[in-house]
């Protein structure tokens, strides 16, 4: 979509508000919550939306970050068996690892190795009711996310603990993220701290606060892949490859 010639992305779409006087009204809030997205004062050690090249960061609240020690997740809701995981539980878990493409709605998208877990190890442990048929996370840095519990065992969704061989960045979602490549990277929630299974759908981060859909998935159309020479690609929209990603075996 295009407004006086220029793209309508998140970025302009946030910038109308903190130009518009609601903002003075509610001193920097875009949708009921702070906007930090254009302030240039955040200290360094915070994760904040960042460029980096090979793979940028998003954060839509400036965050310093898990501390393991005081970390667990809490799996719980419609459930026979509520868990706390601790840290070192996780990795008790079965791996998997892909390489696998992470779009945002930026229009820009990068590829890693993921190694984690797939939902149906946690669904084998808590045993989840009949009628729970929607999953909703909540995350460190007061985000959150709701899928379906069925989107959640699709092929290449992961849990992920580690990225690149290594674990999550601080950047990335130390200790926990949600990987589902067919989905836009708001879904694709960091920071992980409660998994909660219910029957109704609850709240999204990005489509509460702003014109985003509920489901997420990857539109057909224009890709600028950080990894591709800058040239944008068409895509035919789900999960997006390039002609230099590994496919799925
Ligand atoms: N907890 C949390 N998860 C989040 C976000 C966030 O701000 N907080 N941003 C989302 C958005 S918009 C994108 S594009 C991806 C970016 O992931 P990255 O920072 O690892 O590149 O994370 C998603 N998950
Ligand atoms: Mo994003």
Same mark, same amino acid.
């Not at 068996?81 to 791996?95: A, C, Q, R, S, V």
């Not at 985000?143 to 069925?150: C, D, R, V």
């Given at each position: 979509?295009?407004?006086?010639?220029?793209?309508?992305?998140?970025?302009?779409?946030?910038?109308?508000?903190?130009?518009?006087?609601?903002?003075?009204?509610?001193?920097?809030?875009?949708?009921?919550?702070?906007?930090?997205?254009?302030?240039?004062?955040?200290?360094?050690?915070?994760?904040?939306?960042?460029?980096?090249? &090979? @793979?940028?960061? /998003?954060?839509?609240? %400036? #965050?310093?970050?898990?501390?393991? +020690?005081?970390?667990?997740?809490?799996?719980?809701?419609?459930?026979?068996?509520?868990?706390?995981?601790?840290?070192?539980?996780?990795?008790?878990?079965?791996?998997?690892?892909?390489?696998?493409?992470?779009?945002?709605?930026?229009?820009?998208?990068?590829?890693?190795?993921?190694?984690?877990?797939?939902?149906?190890?946690?669904?084998?442990?808590?045993?989840?009711?009949?009628?729970?048929?929607?999953?909703?996370?909540?995350?460190?840095?007061?985000?959150?996310?709701?899928?379906?519990?069925?989107?959640?065992?699709?092929?290449?969704?992961?849990?992920?603990?580690?990225?690149?061989?290594?674990?999550?960045?601080?950047?990335? &979602? @130390?200790?926990? /993220?949600?990987?589902? %490549? #067919?989905?836009?990277?708001?879904? +694709?929630?960091?920071?992980?701290?409660?998994?909660?299974?219910?029957?109704?759908?609850?709240?999204?981060?990005?489509?509460?606060?702003?014109?985003?859909?509920?489901?997420?998935?990857?539109?057909?159309?224009?890709?600028?892949?950080?990894?591709?020479?800058?040239?944008?690609?068409?895509?035919?929209?789900?999960?997006?490859?390039?002609?230099?990603?590994?496919?799925?075996?």
């Amino acid at each position: 979509m295009k407004i006086l010639g220029q793209k309508l992305n998140r970025r302009f779409f946030l910038s109308l508000f903190s130009l518009s006087a609601l903002s003075t009204f509610f001193s920097k809030k875009a949708f009921g919550v702070s906007d930090y997205r254009r302030d240039k004062n955040i200290p360094k050690q915070y994760v904040q939306n960042r460029d980096r090249p &090979g @793979f940028f960061i /998003r954060s839509a609240n %400036p #965050f310093m970050g898990v501390d393991v +020690n005081g970390w667990s997740l809490s799996v719980r809701g419609m459930v026979k068996n509520p868990i706390t995981f601790e840290y070192e539980d996780l990795f008790g878990l079965k791996k998997t690892s892909q390489i696998s493409r992470l779009k945002c709605v930026e229009c820009w998208s990068a590829t890693a190795q993921w190694e984690g877990f797939r939902f149906q190890e946690v669904i084998d442990r808590v045993q989840p009711d009949i009628n729970a048929k929607y999953v909703y996370f909540q995350s460190a840095d007061s985000y959150y996310e709701s899928y379906t519990l069925k989107e959640l065992v699709r092929p290449r969704v992961l849990m992920v603990l580690r990225m690149n061989d290594k674990p999550l960045s601080k950047d990335h &979602g @130390f200790p926990l /993220r949600l990987i589902a %490549p #067919f989905k836009y990277g708001y879904k +694709n929630i960091k920071y992980i701290t409660s998994i909660e299974f219910a029957d109704s759908r609850k709240r999204n981060y990005w489509s509460n606060h702003g014109p985003y859909s509920v489901d997420g998935t990857i539109q057909p159309g224009t890709d600028h892949p950080l990894d591709f020479k800058k040239k944008p690609l068409s895509i035919n929209g789900g999960e997006v490859f390039h002609p230099f990603d590994k496919r799925p075996l």
